[in-house]
């Protein structure tokens, strides 16, 4: 899923900042499971905001939705149904979300609650960890399930660094080496072999490096 | 006219027991300070790195320090790191450094930059450093760029290495990557500092179980200590370091320059254990901002003169 994290208030406070009319949008896909940006995160925030704006001389109008997914335009059009001429819309939705909504209303800012971390799961309660960067040419196939672009700090392709020790990276927080783990998984398979050709270098044209990517299903256009 | 072969080839090639140490280029643009180093190291090692940013702090451009070196008459191996440059500028900058007349170069992953000062910073590890290996061979082998059908008539001269941390984790992978390594067309390694000598001497026995050993020139890393605080230091703050307890036990009665001689005499008793391990080519001093203390180490450890 795609894992996001809410902003601290004070910065939402600051980019709501003259704003009164304010439509707050949250979305039932991947930030409701992670529970960033969903119905019930949504109703927090506006609370804290009608909190924060009751001490103010001008008190914020707020209305809450979220709908279903914000990237995708059929559910956004929900939001138009409700938009009144808001002042502003905060999307609480990750940053393609936030996008969609500046994309449907050209003439109304929108402004993100939220900041899109990784695209990643959810290992145990409370805690995300990143898991994939979208490169584009997947080689988990060969490394044993384990991704050495996302979860190498170094994205190392022919073996780890020396700053791996007792199973842990140089980075520390207590980040896993994915190298060690590629090897103990592949050690476990009995396929160490797949270490041993010399990995290329990698075609980062796919991935971001490329430029904003596209892609087109033919079978899928109607 | 620049030399084809350098020095540090002419002395591994010749079978002589080999000494290079290590030069950081200054926080600032004083090119001074490199020559005030190069020319204390000049007589007592065969070649001296040059950092590439080491630690992921900015310093002087480990090519441009590597140039100055050389032009006092102080061979350099410039080393290069995969975190600052895509393989565009890392390509690029062996051809400048071919032709400014550098001969040696290390090639390296580098340090995270999380733990330098500009911790904020986009790392780029385009390549790694086993692909950067493969394109300085490629490039000088065979004149080709990566990816490139291009033949360049004029290729550059670079004897390559690279870094090997045998007390790295996983331990029982790290001859194996040794070979890959090799087989990317490393000529020379130089190995983290050797504090335990044990769990080195082990390495160096897979190393040779391999035939490794008669296939590249191993280098084992030293650093003399200054103190049992910077035993501690390096011990739990530095990425990838092995100091056994006995060690920092041995420095723990001694201060200041006292703490100083002691940490020579380790570091001269581990060249001299070193250099009677088979399949160890030399030694690399890495004497960190301490550049004075690696003539009384070689001079001790029985080095001089170099050949």
Redesign the interface.
């Given at each position: 899923m795609i894992v996001g994290e809410r902003k601290p208030f004070g910065e939402i406070q600051g980019l709501l900042g003259r704003y009164n009319n304010i439509l707050l949008v949250g979305c039932g896909t991947c930030v409701k499971v992670c529970f960033t940006g969903g119905d019930k995160e949504v109703a927090v925030l506006a609370s804290q905001l009608r909190l924060a704006g009751a001490k103010g001389k001008k008190k914020p109008v707020i209305e809450e939705m979220t709908i279903e997914r914000q990237c995708e335009i059929e559910f956004v059009d929900e939001v138009a149904k409700q938009f009144k001429g808001h002042d502003v819309i905060m999307s609480m939705a990750c940053g393609a979300g936030v996008q969609m909504l500046a994309e449907r209303f050209p003439d109304t800012p929108v402004l993100p609650a939220v900041n899109t971390t990784f695209l990643g799961l959810l290992q145990k309660q409370g805690h995300f960890v990143e898991n994939c960067q979208g490169c584009g040419t997947c080689v988990l196939g060969t490394f044993g399930g384990i991704c050495p672009v996302s979860r190498c700090?170094?994205?190392?392709?022919?073996?780890?660094?020396?700053?791996?020790?007792?199973?842990k990276c140089?980075?520390?927080g207590d980040v896993p080496?994915a190298?060690?783990q590629i090897?103990?998984r592949l050690a476990k398979l009995k396929q160490l072999d797949n270490?041993?050709a010399?990995?290329?270098?990698?075609n980062?044209s796919t991935a971001r490096h490329g430029g904003p990517r596209k892609l087109t299903r033919e079978d899928n256009i109607l | 006219m620049n030399a084809m072969k350098s020095n540090l080839q002419r002395v591994l090639e010749a079978g002589a027991f080999a000494v290079t140490a290590e030069c950081g280029p200054p926080r600032s643009a004083d090119a001074d300070v490199v020559i005030r180093k190069g020319l204390l190291l000049k007589k007592f090692v065969d070649a001296v790195n040059v950092t590439d940013n080491q630690t992921a702090i900015v310093r002087m451009s480990s090519i441009a320090a590597a140039a100055i070196l050389k032009s006092v008459g102080v061979e350099p191996v410039f080393q290069m790191v995969?975190?600052d440059r895509n393989?565009i500028a890392l390509q690029s900058d062996l051809l400048g450094a071919s032709a400014l007349g550098l001969r040696n170069m290390l090639c390296l992953?580098?340090?995270?930059q999380?733990?330098g000062n500009q911790a904020q910073g986009k790392?780029v590890?385009?390549?790694?450093?086993?692909?950067l290996l493969?394109?300085v061979t490629d490039m000088t082998e065979k004149g080709r760029f990566?990816?490139d059908e291009f033949v360049m008539d004029a290729p550059p001269v670079i004897f390559a290495g690279a870094?090997?941390?045998p007390?790295?984790?996983?331990f029982e992978?790290r001859a194996?990557?040794l070979e890959?390594k090799i087989?990317?067309g490393a000529k020379f390694i130089q190995t983290?500092c050797v504090f335990n000598l044990e769990k080195f001497a082990t390495w160096m026995k897979e190393v040779r179980k391999r035939g490794l050993h008669k296939r590249v020139h191993i280098l084992a890393g030293v650093t003399p200590l200054k103190s049992a605080g910077m035993a501690r230091y390096m011990r739990d703050k530095v990425?990838?370091m092995d100091v056994p307890d006995a060690v920092i036990k041995r420095m723990e009665p001694f201060k200041g320059p006292e703490a100083r001689a002691e940490g020579i005499k380790i570091c001269v008793e581990t060249i001299q254990k070193l250099r009677k391990m088979e399949g160890v080519a030399g030694v690399h001093i890495m004497a960190i901002e301490w550049e004075e203390a690696v003539p009384e180490i070689v001079e001790k450890a029985g080095l001089l003169p170099r050949p």
């Open positions: 700090a170094k994205s190392l392709f022919n073996g780890p660094c020396g700053g791996s020790q007792g199973g140089e980075i520390g080496c190298w060690q090897i103990d270490l041993k010399h990995v290329p270098p990698k980062w | 995969c975190r393989r992953s580098g340090d995270h999380k733990f790392n590890f385009d390549i790694d450093s086993m692909q493969r394109t990566i990816g870094a090997e941390n007390f790295a984790d996983p992978y194996a990557r890959k087989e990317s983290q990425a990838g």
